[in-house]
């Protein structure tokens, strides 16, 4: 089972930060995923990243995904209140279906 | 998109006792999953139901602790039998689209204190 270390754990900034957080393995990802979960929700997809190298946007949110397809990171610019969650990477294992989850990265934006 | 839907929202319960969570999905999906969320963890995979036979159990979870049903395309259930404090988790129902998707759905969840 493929290992997925995110950092920071926890992370509290001010309404218009900027913020980074990283999903890092030891092995190299097929594919990976970046979720969101609110306090009461489950998590919802945000992006998935495939191809080493890949960028994508989503309006203040960017997903990277490194070159060697080992590493992810989820760049917040300007983050607003409604940012605040639990923002989880995952992987798909070998059998292609089950979702491995890293351990997560709680933010709070702070009006 | 599948909008699901998890039954209790909430409970808590007595150790010992047993509590059966129902998912109900919004349309047929083959794939359906239950994953255990303890607090301040990320999300484990407990089993992937299957329709029509036995569930498949990841490594230090049994039937016997947590029987799953899944009686049709749209509908799961998942016991947590003979409960202990540290069964106290967020239980949440999951489900895959079909074919080579990636998409993986959510349900919200429910919140299991045991006492």
């Known amino acids: 089972t493929q290992l997925l270390e995110q950092s920071p754990q926890f992370l509290s900034i001010q309404e218009g930060e900027n913020l980074t957080v990283y999903c890092n393995s030891s092995?190299?990802?097929?594919?990976l995923q970046w979720y969101r979960q609110e306090p009461g929700e489950g998590p919802v997809l945000l992006v998935t990243v495939v191809t080493g190298g890949e960028v994508k946007k989503l309006k203040r949110l960017t997903f990277q995904f490194g070159d060697a397809r080992k590493d992810s990171s989820l760049h917040i610019t300007a983050a607003q209140p409604g940012d605040t969650g639990l923002y989880l990477c995952?992987?798909?294992?070998?059998?292609?279906?089950?979702?491995?989850f890293g351990k997560g990265t709680l933010l709070t934006v702070n009006p | 998109s599948a909008v699901i839907s998890q039954k209790p929202s909430r409970d808590i319960c007595q150790r010992g006792t047993s509590l059966t969570i129902q998912c109900q999905v919004d349309?047929?999906?083959?794939?359906m999953f239950w994953y255990r969320q303890q607090p301040g963890q990320s999300l484990t995979l407990i089993a992937t139901a299957n329709q029509g036979s036995e569930a498949t159990y990841e490594s230090g979870f049994v039937i016997d602790k947590f029987p799953i049903s899944r009686p049709n395309l749209t509908f799961s259930t998942l016991t947590v039998s003979n409960m202990s404090p540290e069964d106290s988790s967020i239980y949440l129902c999951?489900?895959?689209?079909?074919?080579?998707?990636?998409?993986?759905?959510f349900g919200p969840g429910t919140r299991l204190l045991v006492l």
């Open positions: 092995s190299v990802f097929s594919s």
């Open positions: 349309s047929q999906v083959t794939m």
């Open positions: 999951s489900v895959k689209d079909g074919g080579s998707g990636e998409t993986q759905y």
């Open positions: 995952a992987s798909r294992g070998g059998s292609n279906y089950k979702l491995t």
